[in-house]
């Protein structure tokens, strides 16, 4: 009846054979591949394969009319009727005794033992007739009972695969859903866990699997409690609070956890923690604070860009570079004007630090008021004018990078504090903000002013120029490396302008040696380009004086200063600026090693080793004795 029927109605329908003892070997003779959608059966039957599968079971519904036809035809052969039922007896049986004047004795069972028991039993008090399924018939016709099949209408049997296919359709989809959902859930790089109203883990992605060093699908199921210890789920189910960017370690994993419940109206039904590897957050947060800076924030010079061949020059880059190979603060001491930013940019394209930001703040530019919201950024309303968003400091948009800090002097007093906690703990605080954000940062700072005398002055606080000058490099002034002048220029002009500046920049050289510089390269550089431009706009036959008096008579000045003869103005000038050169050197090391106490302050202030300026002495010590 049930294949005709599905035929009738274009649905495939297997059908398999057998009472309550012959569902173990039939359900292994059961294909597993495509898996039953859904079982359609009836009775004790329905009710076994339900236990056995866990597969959905629609049960053939034997309705009142069908049980009344078969009480009509049993009643032909006795008044005495047992009617079996599985576990639930038949309703309005009560009824039917009165209206058809018989009667009804149920037989309810859970097993076939139990069925055929119930069934001697009647057979050894009475003449029953038995009304039930295919076992009820087989044992009344074992112990010598009459009895009749309990049919179902054609109708009822339609009624039931109609709701089967249903069911099956509607399970398809589900099963379609829970499939995408968990090809997403594990696709994401967050490890997902979720736990219902008991605590049983319900789902575990592939992701919290890997990050937790577990078997996914050996936890399903399971309590949370017991399976994942400390995942705190538990607490979450309790107080239904949710708990946002929480660190915990959990089998031995640090991780960052939002655990928030799953509620059902005001109830809490479940919760959820979504989780990553805090090694994994603070990598992304190195890589996203790379993206925001890195259109601003780079260090563009090298040391190939610090042009110099004297040997206080190459001593000096020679130093910075093992100060790069190091995460040391480092102290810059040089006037103005000698290249300290280069030397910083240097070191920080030198060291493991080239690829993350170099952040350069000028201490001095800044009003004192915008400092520290601008070095220690600032939270939603700190005072008026702020962001709504709040705003990331200098030192965090440095993180992991370099982050220079030009004119430390002009830092107030009361900001200094701060800078210490920075350099001691790498750890910032915005203003008006009460959380604690890590920075790995290298810091590097410069002054133009002699760190001993801020310090003595009180503008430096001593425990920070300790700090800051844990490495400590200065800058030699031009006046100390005069025969870098000529390379200088030749860098400043490029090679098309020194060919045509060839003749007036040999003469201007001997100018350029007798000079103090006190504005050092940056002075140099003016001055270059000046004369370039000058040379081009003035008349060709104006001797070098006449235009070093049009754009910088001070030079012309300290030359006549030296007691070079008028008369020599229009004579070409000493071109042997090696010589000159050295006889500056030689007159400001004597200068120097006089007005120090020392030779150790003397090389000090010279910007060169010890063992260099004993050398150097030595020198000229053999020079005037010959």
């Known amino acids: 009846m049930a294949l005709a029927i599905a035929d009738e109605l274009s649905i495939s329908l297997e059908v398999y054979v057998g009472g309550m003892d012959d569902l173990p070997s039939l359900l292994n003779q059961i294909k597993k591949d495509p898996p039953v959608d859904v079982f359609v059966s009836r009775g004790g039957n329905a009710g076994l394969l339900g236990e056995l599968t866990g597969t959905p079971v629609i049960q053939v519904r034997t309705g009142p009319f069908d049980v009344l036809s078969c009480i009509a035809i049993a009643k032909e052969i006795s008044c005495n009727i047992a009617l079996t039922s599985y576990r639930e007896p038949f309703l309005g049986t009560e009824l039917m005794e009165k209206t058809m004047g018989v009667m009804i004795t149920p037989i309810i069972f859970s097993n076939m033992i139990d069925l055929e028991r119930q ?54 989809i589900e099963k379609r859903k829970n499939s995408r959902l968990t090809a997403i859930l594990d696709s994401i790089y967050d490890g997902v866990i979720v736990v219902n109203q008991e605590g049983q883990i319900e ?26 210890p400390n995942t705190q789920l538990d607490k979450v189910l309790r107080n239904g609070l949710a708990e946002i960017g929480e660190i915990q370690t959990i089998r031995n994993v640090h991780i960052v956890t939002n655990r928030v419940p799953i509620k059902d109206g005001e109830h809490t039904v479940g919760a959820v923690a979504t989780f990553q590897e805090v090694a994994g957050v603070m990598k992304a ?7 925001i800076t890195a259109g601003g924030f ?47 940019q240097s070191i920080h394209n030198y060291s493991s ?35 709504r968003k709040g705003k990331s400091g200098l030192f965090e948009l440095a993180h992991t990078g370099t ?28 203003v008006g903000g009460e959380q604690i954000i ?29 700090r800051l000058s844990v490495l400590y490099l200065e800058i030699p002034s031009l006046a100390m490396r005069k025969p870098d002048i000529p390379l200088l220029c030749q860098h400043f002009l490029g090679p098309d302008a020194c060919k045509d500046l060839k003749p007036v920049m040999e003469k ?22 000046r004369l370039a431009f000058f040379r081009k706009k003035s008349n060709i036959q104006d001797t070098v004086e006449e235009i070093l008096q049009k754009i910088c008579p001070e030079i012309l000045a300290a030359t006549r200063d030296e007691g070079e003869p008028k008369s020599q103005q229009n004579e070409e000038p000493v071109t042997d600026l090696r010589n000159e050169l050295a006889l500056h050197e030689r007159e400001y090391i004597d200068e120097i090693v006089k007005d120090s106490r020392n030779m150790e302050e003397a090389a000090k202030r010279l910007g060169i080793g010890l063992s260099t300026l004993w050398r150097k002495v030595k020198k000229i010590r053999e020079e005037e004795k010959n």
């Not at 947060?285 to 993206?291: A, C, I, L």
């Not at 520290?372 to 700190?382: D, I, P, Q, R, T």
């Not at 410069?446 to 300790?466: E, G, H, I, W």
């Open 298 to 344: 780079k260090a563009r010079f090298n040391f190939q860009d610090v042009i110099g061949t004297t040997p206080i020059m190459e001593e000096k880059k020679e130093m910075a570079k093992w100060f790069a190979e190091s995460n040391l603060t480092v102290l810059i001491y040089g006037p103005s004007g000698t290249g300290k930013e280069l030397f910083a």
């Open 508 to 529: 201007v050289m001997y100018y350029f040696a007798a000079y103090s510089w006190p504005g050092n390269i940056r002075e140099l550089y003016n001055i270059v380009q």
């Open 353 to 387: 630090r080239c690829c993350s930001p170099f952040v350069a703040v000028n201490c001095g530019a800044l009003p004192p008021s915008l400092l520290e919201s601008e070095l220690f950024g600032y939270e939603e309303g700190a005072f008026t004018g702020a962001s």
């Open 438 to 466: 890590p920075v790995d940062i290298r810091v590097i700072a410069a002054t133009n002013q002699s760190p001993d005398r801020l310090v003595a002055d009180k503008k430096m606080r001593s425990d920070l120029f300790y």
């Open 119 to 172: 069934i001697q039993q009647a057979a050894d008090e009475g003449q029953y007739c038995v009304v039930g399924g295919g076992p009820s018939v087989n044992f009344a016709n074992k112990y010598g009972l009459p009895s009749v099949f309990l049919s179902t209408s054609p109708e009822n049997i339609k009624d039931a695969i109609l709701r089967a296919v249903e069911i099956g359709n509607s399970n398809r």
């Open 403 to 430: 982050i220079f800090l030009d004119e430390i002097e002009a830092l107030p007093i009361e900001l200094q504090s701060r800078l210490l906690r920075v350099l001691q703990e790498r750890e910032v605080i915005r």
């Open 285 to 291: 947060e190195r890589k996203v604070r790379r993206e």
């Open 203 to 228: 789902l575990i992605n592939s992701a919290a699997a890997r990050i937790l060093r577990c078997d996914a699908a050996s936890l399903t199921h399971k309590n949370v409690i017991d399976s994942i």
